[in-house]
């Protein structure tokens, strides 16, 4: 049996393209980054699916984007890397991934996934969870790498990552005279707002993304500072959401040796900050 850490994306296509294969997977729905809710009647992505390129694995939708600054040059310092990450690069067209939540669906669908929470490895080839224990031939990881090199004893630390908290915000349409929003003011809570207009007929989601490392800021904060940049006040939102996504921006690498067995694979495997289709392509080569 193939192991396979994780159900985003990665772990998916991998899971799908390989026999004999088993996902672990430690949250209740599948799809990591982009997993998704219906909230209001909409299937909505708890993050939107945009790339500067088409690849074979998508359909895509061309959007344009009004692309608005605010002290650009502190961008790198607020999101604490010194290069941004190619799905944080903004251009005034760009694609939308249309069916992504089909994608998702479907893939869910071939394999098989086991929802727990991993607290052990040993012998480079048993996983022990919390109520069980599965032996693979293969263990493909496309969960943190870190904490896997944790799990086997390795140090490892090298490694660094920048979190986020991410604020999933819908609100009734109005023209706000841009759709991407980047603040690089190091006294504002949020560093990127992308209002994915195209998503509903009927409403604006708003997309906040907030850089940290230690912990997030508090709500309050949050709110004032959307109030204070005419972004948004609370009396406006008809529903919201949020999540935090650790370890979103990856720092470092890794030059350790890891049992052959073990394959690291996607964007945590690797530790790169792949777009969706490198990550895809990655993960179907591993
Ligand atoms: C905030 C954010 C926005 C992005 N936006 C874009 C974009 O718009 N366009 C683009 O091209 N790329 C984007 N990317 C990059 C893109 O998301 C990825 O390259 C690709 O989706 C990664 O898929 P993945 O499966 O490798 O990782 P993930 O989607 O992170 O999936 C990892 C999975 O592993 C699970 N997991 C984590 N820890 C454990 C554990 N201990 N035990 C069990 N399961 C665990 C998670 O729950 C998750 O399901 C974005 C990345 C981030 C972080």
Redesign the pocket.
């Known amino acids: 049996m193939k192991i396979v850490?994780?159900?985003?994306?990665?772990?998916l296509f991998l899971a799908s393209n390989k026999k004999d294969s088993l996902i672990?997977?430690?949250?209740p729905r599948?799809g990591?980054?982009?997993t998704y809710e219906e909230i209001l009647n909409v299937n909505i992505p708890f993050?939107?699916?945009?790339?500067n390129y088409s690849c074979e694995y998508f359909q895509t939708t061309e959007v344009k984007l009004r692309i608005h600054m605010k002290k650009e040059n502190y961008i790198l310092r607020k999101i604490y890397t010194h290069e941004l990450p190619k799905?944080l690069i903004f251009n005034e067209k760009m694609f939308y991934v249309t069916n992504l939540i089909e994608l998702i669906d479907n893939l869910s669908k071939k394999v098989k996934v086991l929802h727990t929470?991993?607290k052990k490895i040993i012998q480079n080839n048993k996983v022990i969870t919390t109520n069980n224990m599965v032996r693979g031939d293969e263990i493909f990881v496309?969960?943190?790498r870190k904490?896997i090199a944790d799990l086997l004893g390795i140090k490892n630390d090298k490694l660094r990552s920048v979190s986020?908290l991410?604020l999933i915000v819908i609100v009734p349409k109005k023209d706000r005279g841009w759709d991407v929003y980047i603040n690089g003011d190091n006294g504002i809570s949020y560093s990127h707002i992308i209002n994915a207009y195209w998503i509903s007929n009927d409403y604006d989601i708003l997309y906040v993304l907030i850089p940290f490392t230690s912990s997030p800021p508090i709500w309050d904060k949050i709110f004032s500072d959307l109030k204070r940049e005419n972004i948004l006040l609370k009396d406006e939102i008809l529903a919201f959401r949020s999540r935090i996504?650790r370890d979103?921006i990856l720092i470092g690498e890794d030059d350790n040796v890891y049992p052959e067995n073990i394959k690291f694979c996607?964007?945590?495997g690797k530790w790169k900050n792949?777009?969706?289709?490198?990550?895809i392509l990655d993960s179907l080569n591993c």
């Open positions: 850490l994780g159900g985003g994306l990665s772990g672990i997977e430690n949250q599948l990591g980054v982009f993050h939107p699916p945009l790339t799905w929470n991993i496309t969960i943190s904490y986020m991410e996504i979103a996607g964007r945590l792949f777009t969706l289709c490198e990550a």
